[in-house]
């Protein structure tokens, strides 16, 4: 008999959606029965990214130029677009080194999943990523 197990698992965080009131963000871990493997499904997420999977240079410049505005890792969004960690885990919110700051995963995966946004910049071609920018993320 084929068994399909999943756990449900959650995190907090302090949510820019929700005027940084702490939120719990919840995940699922599945694990494929034939194969043993795992993976990890976040809820509403299904089919978002695909929209920005393209190699079309026209359609990435136009998408490029219209996120720009809203982008929550753009320097002057970051305070107010994206979530902090709470009090109890790190009293500041967010973690910055140089140009990096890390943040808790919106769309969290595991506990303590997180982001580092390297640059100040909104898009950086991948020969624009430098050591440092790499360094600081860590």
Do not use: W
Request: proline letters at 7%.
């Amino acid at each position: 008999m084929i068994t399909f197990e999943k756990t449900i698992k959650h995190t907090r965080i302090l949510n820019p959606l929700k005027n940084f009131q702490e939120d719990t963000v919840t995940f699922e871990y599945r694990t494929d029965p034939l194969t043993g493997r795992n993976t990890t499904v976040i809820p509403g997420m299904l089919g978002y990214m695909s929209k920005f999977l393209t190699t079309d240079p026209e359609l990435l410049n136009t998408l490029i130029e219209k996120t720009k505005t809203n982008c929550p890792f753009c320097p002057e969004n970051i305070r107010t677009k994206t979530p902090m960690f709470t009090k109890a885990f790190l009293p500041e919110g967010r973690i910055h080194v140089g140009d990096a700051t890390v943040i808790p995963n919106l769309t969290g995966h595991a506990e303590k999943s997180i982001l580092a946004i390297l640059s100040k910049e909104h898009h950086l071609k991948l020969a624009d990523f430098t050591p440092e920018l790499i360094l600081n993320g860590f």
